[in-house]
């Protein structure tokens, strides 16, 4: 029986139109199916890309966002709040995720949707960059595109054409990132999602350029090797 989501009843030309990958509004909301999030919270929304996560996170939660990306600019970000009557409750910011311009045990929350691959996969960045901005039990929450096991040093040969050096630096397996988080987070969980196929058919069905390149290396893929990771838990 396939899950109903609160994303769907969201307006679905803009979802397709603000889609940066698979669909971030169903990655989030499995994200946060079993965690608690209060009214009032001060989040971080780290790698918000176009802001779907935290419109995401005012709407159904009534959160204060601090939506931080470097791809997308602050101000296409805000036109996009007040587009969808979250302006009062999400602030957007451009910033670097190695420069966040925040205080320390400022959040109650970080959240990041296919984006903390790209900064967090080493052994520095939680605890040097992030963690100092967090409160003590904060909620850590985090999902990111994965493998679901380790390819790297045996690349499938139908996949070498799809997967370049770069992005495989950046996917790993949920052992491999257990590595990274499990000790320095507790009430630590680390699983694959559910919602990979949802998130990724809702991206693939648009007409951004990118989308129809992945749709080639999905097929191929047939649900062998990728996968969505999240993980959850609160800081020490």
């Known amino acids: 029986m396939n899950k109903d989501y609160k994303a769907e009843s969201y307006d679905s030309n803009f979802i397709a139109q603000n889609m940066m990958g698979p669909n971030?509004?169903?990655?989030?909301?499995?994200?946060?199916?079993?965690?608690?999030i209060k009214n009032g919270m001060r989040v971080l929304d780290l790698g918000c890309g176009t802001g779907l996560s935290s419109i995401f996170l005012a709407r159904e939660f009534g959160v204060q966002v601090?939506?931080?990306?470097?791809?997308?600019?602050?101000t296409d970000n805000y036109k996009r709040l007040q587009q969808m009557d979250v302006d009062d409750l999400v602030i957007p910011i451009h910033a670097d995720a190695h420069e966040l311009p925040f205080s320390e045990n400022y959040f109650d929350a970080v959240i990041s949707i296919d984006a903390y691959h790209y900064f967090g996969n080493n052994d520095e960045y939680y605890s040097e960059k992030l963690r100092p901005l967090l409160k003590k039990d904060a909620l850590v929450a985090l999902a990111f595109p994965g493998m679901k096991y380790e390819v790297h040093k045996d690349i499938?040969?139908?996949?070498?054409?799809?997967?370049d050096n770069e992005a495989l630096e950046m996917w790993h397996s949920i052992d491999w990132w257990k590595g990274k988080l499990e000790n320095k987070v507790k009430d630590f969980e680390i699983k694959e999602m559910k919602c990979f196929d949802k998130a990724w058919s809702d991206w693939l069905s648009t007409e951004n350029p990118y989308a129809i390149e992945d749709k080639e290396m999905i097929a191929v893929d047939n649900g062998r090797y990728m996968n969505i990771i999240s993980i959850t838990g609160k800081t020490i």
């Open 66 to 74: 601090f939506a931080v990306d470097l791809w997308v600019s602050a």
């Open 24 to 36: 971030s509004m169903i990655v989030i909301e499995e994200l946060l199916e079993n965690v608690s």
């Open 156 to 163: 499938p040969d139908e996949m070498k054409k799809y997967w």
